[in-house]
């Protein structure tokens, strides 16, 4: 199996361009979640999705900050405008179903200068 | 609501001594729980899960952990532990969220240095 698979694995943005990121999930996994990891804020779960709908997006900070399930098997993350606050990795993770264990991908590093 | 608390945020141990990283949870219902580890610059990897079998759970590379409800704790040991276990580690308690999904929790992390 090969895994969450997220890309890009760096970026280096500049404020105020959009910036997306794309997931993986493994396949035959239910359960997609977006993760943002800082160091002030630690890990926060952004939103997650159910047979690609979308569940819970409380955890988005605001309207700049999109996400889309449109099939089984991708996901994108999308930011727009870019600001220097957002960067941190933002981690995609799957799982199964309801109360199996979540696999994470190895994150996206965004920086925005 | 739930929350999970982890009580070092740093852990310095000499190589070959026993590790022990404390994480104590508040959960309104029966918990899952996990201890995730993260190296440098990698992703989250799942170490051990607690999902009410067993209260004591083996994971990989030697650990394990004791669930233990009256203390409401989940620590974290390994008898020896080896430079390769120099990362951070992260207590997680799962609940059920809406739509049926787990809703992970994270506490804010034990950074585990091992020296020579």
């Known amino acids: 199996d090969a895994g969450v698979i997220q890309s890009p694995r760096h970026e280096v943005t500049e404020m105020g361009q959009e910036v997306t990121l794309r997931c993986k999930p493994i396949s035959g996994h239910d359960y997609l979640f977006w993760y943002r990891q800082t160091m002030m804020r630690g890990l926060e779960l952004l939103i997650y999705f159910n047979n690609n709908v979308p569940i819970d997006d409380s955890g988005m900070p605001e309207d700049r900050f999109s996400a889309k399930m449109p099939n089984a098997s991708f996901s994108t993350l999308k930011i727009q405008p870019s600001e220097p606050r957002d960067s941190a990795v933002y981690f995609c993770?799957?799982?199964?179903?309801?109360?199996?264990?979540?696999?994470f991908g190895e994150g996206s590093w965004l920086t925005v200068v | 609501a739930q929350s999970v608390t982890q009580l070092d945020s740093h852990v310095s141990v000499s190589e070959g001594t026993p590790v022990l990283l404390r994480c104590n949870y508040s959960?309104?219902?029966?918990?899952?729980l996990f201890w995730y580890v993260q190296h440098p610059n990698k992703g989250l990897q799942l170490l051990l899960k607690?999902?009410?079998?067993?209260?004591l759970v083996k994971g990989i590379n030697g650990f394990e952990a004791e669930f233990k409800k009256s203390e409401t704790s989940f620590h974290l040991t390994k008898p020896s532990a080896h430079m390769s276990d120099a990362a951070e580690y992260f207590c997680v308690v799962s609940d059920r969220a809406a739509g049926g999904g787990n809703k992970l929790t994270f506490g804010t992390g034990t950074q585990l240095k091992v020296e020579l």
């Open positions: 993770a799957s799982s199964r179903d309801s109360g199996n264990t979540i696999y």
């Open positions: 959960s309104s219902y029966s918990p899952s």
């Open positions: 607690y999902t009410s079998a067993a209260t």
